[in-house]
């Protein structure tokens, strides 16, 4: 059980990554336990689907995103910056190879 559309989710499920809003923003995070409170939340939130497991069975070992997910959740965090700018340029390569490394703690 993974990719979950909202109404199938229940209390007790645990995320398997974490929650975000169309515009990238992280509501929820991994290995978050949903209340009744966190999926009112998520509806408050537009969120329509999220990956969720039962206790105990969420995977410790989760693959990397891919680089093109990967890159979109980048360019929604990068939305209100000039992705001109050298800097704006350099955070955001960082961030991307920081996505796709092992182990990842941004999941």
């Known amino acids: 059980m993974t990719d979950l559309c909202l109404d199938d989710l229940q209390p ?3 995320l398997v990554h974490p929650a975000v809003d169309s515009k990238g923003n992280v509501l929820l995070g991994k290995g978050v336990r949903l209340t009744a409170r966190h999926l009112t939340l998520l ?6 689907r999220v990956d969720a497991a039962p206790s105990g069975t969420e995977s410790t070992g989760a693959a990397a995103p891919s680089v093109q997910e990967a890159s979109m959740q ?3 965090q990068f939305r209100n910056t000039n992705p001109d700018h050298p ?7 960082i961030c991307l190879r920081r996505r796709q490394a092992p182990g990842n703690p941004h999941e």
């Open 87 to 93: 800097l704006i340029s350099e955070l955001k390569r």
């Open 74 to 76: 980048i360019e929604a």
């Open 12 to 14: 007790g499920l645990v």
């Open 43 to 48: 509806r408050a939130h537009g969120v329509t």
